[in-house]
């Protein structure tokens, strides 16, 4: 059995691109082709509209980890015990969380602004358990997470 995605083989398969053989120049060479870099890849185009941008992956474009995080943009990850308010990684979980935020209103903004036909979807997320003790600190993750 093919290890395939299930969001992408729902998707459909792009086009496949032609593979870079030879020196290449480039004002910008992006590595990986994931999320991240496509975007830092989209980032640059809109700085420098008339600079040769290279972006290379060893896989097609979103068919690593990207495919593996099933689409979702998460601006809060879920508070472990050590990030919870008043315990030592606190500070670094609202960092963290702070970035997250910024990059997820970037995907909102460039959805609209380039009108890209997807699913997204601006309705949060739920978690969910099956086994009562890790309820223990819930109301300690939900403090957490509206700080």
């Not at 702070?98 to 997320?125: K, L, M, N, P, W």
Request: aromatic share 6%; charged share 20%; glycine share 10%.
């Amino acid at each position: 059995m093919e290890n395939v995605c299930g969001w992408i083989a729902q998707a459909g398969s792009s086009p496949e691109r032609g593979r870079l053989s030879g020196a290449q120049k480039a004002d910008w060479l992006v590595i990986g082709a994931g999320i991240t870099g496509l975007s830092a890849a989209h980032a640059l185009a809109d700085l420098h509209p008339q600079a040769r941008i290279v972006v290379v992956d060893r896989q097609r474009a979103a068919h690593g980890a990207s495919a593996r995080n099933s689409g979702f943009v998460v601006a809060h990850e879920h508070p472990a015990h050590s990030e919870l308010i008043g315990a030592p990684g606190f500070a670094g979980f609202e960092v963290d969380t702070t970035i997250s935020r910024a990059a997820s209103e970037e995907v909102r903004q460039r959805i609209a602004r380039h009108g890209i036909d997807c699913d997204f979807r601006d309705s949060g997320y739920y978690f969910a358990v099956n086994d009562r003790a890790k309820l223990e600190h819930v109301d300690a993750k939900l403090a957490t997470l509206r700080a």
